[in-house]
Nanobody, 120 residues
Framework: QLQASGGGLVQAGESLRLSCAAS????????MGWYRQAAGKQRELVAT???????NYADSVKGRFAISRDKAKNTVYLQMNSLKPEDTAVYYC????????????????WGQGTQVTVSS
């Protein structure tokens, strides 16, 4: 349901852009965001849209990462600049989708994860 892409191996200070597209029957999308999980650590929030166009960022990425979206394409992006070795992790997108107009039920979907590795 979600297809994420854009990870890779970069050197410190470089940039990457992740993308995540939702597919299938979509009536509306509420939450779109990015999380990451480093080896041996818990998954943590990186950046997310909450209600409307409000955004929320982890303190560790503020000023370096930017979340954006293309509503027409049901796609969310994460522009990551000035990458640091501590940004190394598997990055996951999460999108909450309301499938049907006749139902208020929303479903949370996770992308398959994309590896970001930053060398020093």
């Amino acid at each position: 349901q979600l297809q994420a892409s854009g990870g890779g191996l970069v050197q410190a200070g470089e940039s990457l852009r992740l993308s995540c597209a939702a597919s299938g029957s979509i009536f509306s999308i509420s939450v779109m965001g990015w999380y990451r999980q480093a080896a041996g650590k818990q998954r943590e929030l990186v950046a997310t849209y909450t209600s409307g166009d409000s955004t929320n960022y982890a303190d560790s990425v503020k000023g370096r990462f930017a979340i954006s979206r293309d509503k027409a394409k049901n796609t969310v992006y994460l522009q990551m600049n000035s990458l640091k070795p501590e940004d190394t992790a598997v990055y996951y997108c999460k999108i909450s989708i309301r499938r049907l107009a006749a139902s208020l039920v929303t479903y949370d979907y996770w992308g398959q994860g994309t590896q970001v590795t930053v060398s020093s």
